[in-house]
């Protein structure tokens, strides 16, 4: 594989080729999203570089695939910590405990929305609607973690899983 690649791993690379399988041949570029999710669980987050990489990959111009990086909450531009913490604020969220659930995981933390704890381990996100407000409140961890009717007893038996 050539060096413009080299930030992004054989084995990331494979996993971006079975995304890139599912569309038309010249429409490689439909893959961004899923190619930035594998690129950024293979870095932790996206730096410029492997955002531009993933761009060159697909075929695409750099700053069409920081659109989509800057556009979803799902896609970190910075670094975050060990668990990324994402609370649902929207208006369902919010009328059924949201905000106090977030209040609560700032209070337990020390630490307030895009902050990282000292030790590197959580990072604290506001969200957006996550498709499950009969669960509210709700939160993510890492993208990929759903946690429902998430009250302080919850939320402390989750903190104290991560830890």
Known sequence: MSN?????SSEALKKIDREVAKYPADQKQSAVMAALVIA????????QETIA??????GMAP????????FYN???????????????TNLPC??????????????????DFNETTAD????????????????????????KRMCSFMLPEQI???LAECK
């Open 4 to 8: 413009q690649y080299d930030m992004l």
């Open 40 to 47: 950024q669980d293979e870095k932790g987050w996206l730096p």
């Open 53 to 58: 990489a993933v761009a060159k990959y697909l």
């Open 63 to 70: 700053m069409a695939a920081y659109e989509v990086a800057s």
């Open 74 to 88: 799902m896609y970190d531009l910075q670094p975050v910590g060990k668990y990324k913490v994402t609370v649902c």
């Open 94 to 111: 919010a009328l059924s405990g949201g905000v106090h659930a977030a209040d609560y995981v700032k209070e337990k933390l020390g630490i």
């Open 120 to 143: 590197g381990k959580f990072t604290l996100k506001e969200g957006e609607c996550m498709g499950a407000c009969g669960d509210a409140p709700v939160m993510l961890v890492n993208n």
């Open 156 to 158: 402390d038996k989750l």
